[in-house]
């Protein structure tokens, strides 16, 4: 295992974000835990800079113990970016000092944390670009979005998307490369939020607050419901023929009308299933350096305000990401 001057010793400790108990942003306290080890194929992985998704509050909360256990205690965050500090991988791509940004299993969590151990190939090289934290703001969101558009990339021109919740993490990703991939883009964001979303690249918006956009009589070859809040049902109507509709947040009700309605529209549904892939992220950053792809960084937090990072997620209408300064 090759380390670097730190010389890090299985009895150092780091600071970390732990939840000890579900419950609301209170839980989420700050402590001395000792550093992970790199297991065989593993970095270790100085984190500068980490991100905060959906998916954090909800493990928190206790929304998802039924996928992720009662163990305590537990460090949430998948998203992060830092630099290769100790290595215990033959893999040479990834050499102590080497900037790195990447994503952890989200239900096991690790990134609210200086330090976290990773699998070589759920990393990617950080665009020189990016400061730590824009690439921190990358991972999960872009990925989603790509996960989502990537449907059209070999479809007959011209495509019509359209992308509920347009200014968050993943809705501004989702603009950008539909703009990259050549589709027209109607966004549904809040109106303070146009100015943003135009310079990303949607041509039509629409506030949500004005304008519910299921009662149009346009039509959409891809409805990307990244909000949520807008079931298959409820959409299939302005679905062209053969349309598909993709959601990141789907209820109980809405797993039912994927199962019950599909099969008589004709229209496609689709859940996205997010598994850390050191590949797409790589392509990522290669959009990032030659498309001019920009991850959209909303606020961020050091790590001691963890609970009001979250707090301030749960409670307000972020543009972009909210990041962790670690």
């Not at 949430?76 to 000092?97: H, I, Q, W």
């Not at 479809?155 to 990259?180: E, M, W, Y």
């Not at 939020?193 to 346009?218: H, M, P, W």
Request: with cysteine; charged share 20%; proline share 6%.
């Amino acid at each position: 295992m090759t380390t670097d001057k730190t010389k890090l010793r299985t009895t150092d400790t780091m600071r970390a974000a732990v939840i000890r108990r579900f419950g609301g942003p209170e839980a989420l306290k700050v402590e001395l835990i000792p550093i992970p080890q790199p297991k065989l194929g593993e970095v270790l992985v100085r984190i500068r800079a980490a991100s905060i998704n959906p998916l954090d509050y909800k493990i928190r909360s206790g929304q998802l113990q039924l996928l992720t256990g009662k163990n305590f205690p537990r460090i949430l965050g998948c998203d992060f970016a830092g630099e290769v500090v100790d290595t215990n991988s033959t893999e040479t791509e990834f050499g102590v000092g080497t900037r790195v940004f990447g994503m952890l299993n989200g239900f096991k969590g690790g990134g609210y944390a200086e330090y976290a151990s990773v699998p070589v190939e759920w990393l990617a090289h950080t665009p020189t670009v990016l400061t730590d934290q824009e690439a921190a703001a990358i991972p999960v969101a872009a990925r989603t979005a790509w996960k989502a558009l990537r449907n059209l990339l070999h479809k007959v021109q011209p495509q019509s998307v359209l992308i509920n919740g347009a200014s968050g993490g993943v809705g501004t990703f989702a603009v950008q490369l539909a703009r990259i991939i050549g589709v027209h883009v109607t966004a549904v964001s809040s109106r303070d939020a146009f100015n943003l979303v135009e310079q990303l690249g949607a041509e039509r918006l629409l506030d949500y607050k004005e304008t519910d956009f299921i009662k149009s009589s346009d039509r959409y070859n891809l409805i990307f419901d990244v909000a949520g809040n807008r079931n298959f049902c409820k959409c299939a109507p302005i679905l062209n023929p053969k349309g598909l509709y993709i959601t990141t947040a789907p209820s109980f009700q809405g797993v039912l009308a994927f199962v019950f309605a599909q099969p008589f529209t004709g229209k496609k549904a689709l859940i996205l299933d997010l598994r850390p892939d050191g590949t797409d992220l790589t392509n990522i950053a290669r959009m990032v350096t030659e498309n001019n792809l920009r991850p959209i960084v909303g606020k961020i937090f050091p790590l001691s305000e963890v609970a009001a990072a979250h707090t301030y997620g749960e409670t307000k209408h972020p543009r972009g990401k909210i990041i962790l300064q670690i």
